[in-house]
């Protein structure tokens, strides 16, 4: 079956530790994208890529990273530069990253103790 | 910058009743697309439409359809004979140009909570 998998569902993570969150396609989608949710708010971009080697910033991406080594995969860090990451993060990836609708995945909830 | 609202945050229906989900956006762009998603409880945003700006035909599939008015800048979303199923968070969605790097980002609405009892 094609889709978006996000590896994990729930996250834990100590304060001042780094983390990485999973994502993995087979659609074979150019462009890739992660989202930060926050309860009753829309979703904010954190980073894009439109192809392999290549990704940018979105809007708040600060302290958090990413890479994009494979077209499949678009791995996101969440570093302990991040003042507030307790939050549902969603991945996304689209046919080119221009006027297409976006596909998403099941989303990692990740928890700060 | 664009912007897109959904002012309705939660909205509570019976089964069975007709309900619509307004959305209204800004822009300054002259090409642009609209979405509207819906998130069920278990968290993944299932894609329900794409319209561009010039097509303002209406849209039926199913149960669902869409009213496109660029006049209001409006994209409301009408589900008839709701079903406890329906019952989710729906955003709605504007494509956001970037004219540095050629690319369109999506911007989202806060979501209206659909609640649909028996």
């Known amino acids: 079956d094609g889709g978006i998998t996000q590896s994990p569902k729930y996250l834990f993570r100590k304060e001042g530790q780094n983390v990485t969150l999973s994502c993995e396609q087979n659609?074979?989608?150019?462009?890739m994208y992660w989202y930060r949710q926050d309860p009753g708010q829309g979703l904010r971009l954190i980073y894009y890529?439109?192809?392999?080697?290549?990704?940018q910033k979105g809007d708040i991406a600060e302290g958090y990273s990413v890479s994009r080594e494979k077209k499949e995969s678009f791995p996101l860090t969440v570093t302990s530069a991040q003042k507030n990451p307790t939050a549902f993060y969603l991945c996304?990836?689209?046919?080119?990253?221009?006027?297409?609708?976006?596909?998403f995945g099941p989303g990692t909830r990740l928890t700060v103790l | 910058a664009q912007k897109v609202t959904q002012a309705q945050t939660e909205i509570s229906v019976v089964e069975k009743e007709d309900v619509t989900l307004d959305c209204v956006y800004e822009?300054?762009?002259?090409?642009?697309?609209l979405f509207w998603y819906k998130q069920p409880p278990s968290g993944e945003l299932v894609f329900l439409i794409r319209r561009n700006s010039f097509d303002e035909q209406n849209e039926i599939s199913g149960r669902y359809s869409w009213n496109f008015q660029k006049s209001t800048s409006s994209f409301n979303f009408t589900i008839t004979a709701s079903q406890v199923v329906d019952s989710a968070v729906y955003f709605c969605?504007?494509?956001?140009?970037?004219?540095?790097?050629?690319?369109?980002?999506?911007?989202f609405g806060t979501g209206t909570r659909l609640l649909v009892s028996p």
């Open positions: 890529s439109q192809i392999v080697n290549d990704f």
């Open positions: 659609l074979n989608h150019d462009a």
């Open positions: 996304a990836s689209s046919i080119r990253a221009i006027n297409n609708e976006q596909f």
């Open positions: 969605a504007l494509s956001e140009a970037d004219w540095d790097t050629g690319f369109q980002k999506l911007v």
């Open positions: 822009t300054r762009d002259t090409t642009y697309y």
